[in-house]
């Protein structure tokens, strides 16, 4: 019982560190190559951690998932105009 219970406490602790980097790849942000690197390498420090979390839910710059809409939203409209 106790080995089981070290494996889930193992996989609830991994689930905790890589959330940056999960939150950041679910957001399809370009930059989340780069905050997984930064989630390894300093993910272990409270700052690099919060740093990684902070920089996968920022809201401004280039969100993939947000360029996607824009350009089915005008590719809806150029099709509307034509009909």
């Given at each position: 019982m106790h080995v089981f219970m070290s494996y889930v406490l193992v996989a609830i602790g991994v689930g905790v560190y890589f959330t940056p980097s999960m939150i950041a790849r679910r957001r399809l942000k370009q930059e989340a190559a780069r905050v997984l690197l930064l989630n390894l390498i300093l993910g272990w420090t409270i700052a690099g951690w919060i740093?990684?979390?902070?920089?996968?839910?920022?809201?401004?710059?280039?969100?993939?998932?947000?360029?996607?809409?824009?350009?089915?939203?005008?590719?809806?409209?150029?099709?509307?105009?034509?009909?």
């Open positions: 740093g990684a979390l902070s920089w996968a839910t920022k809201s401004f710059g280039t969100d993939l998932r947000s360029a996607e809409n824009a350009a089915r939203l005008k590719r809806r409209s150029i099709e509307a105009e034509r009909n």
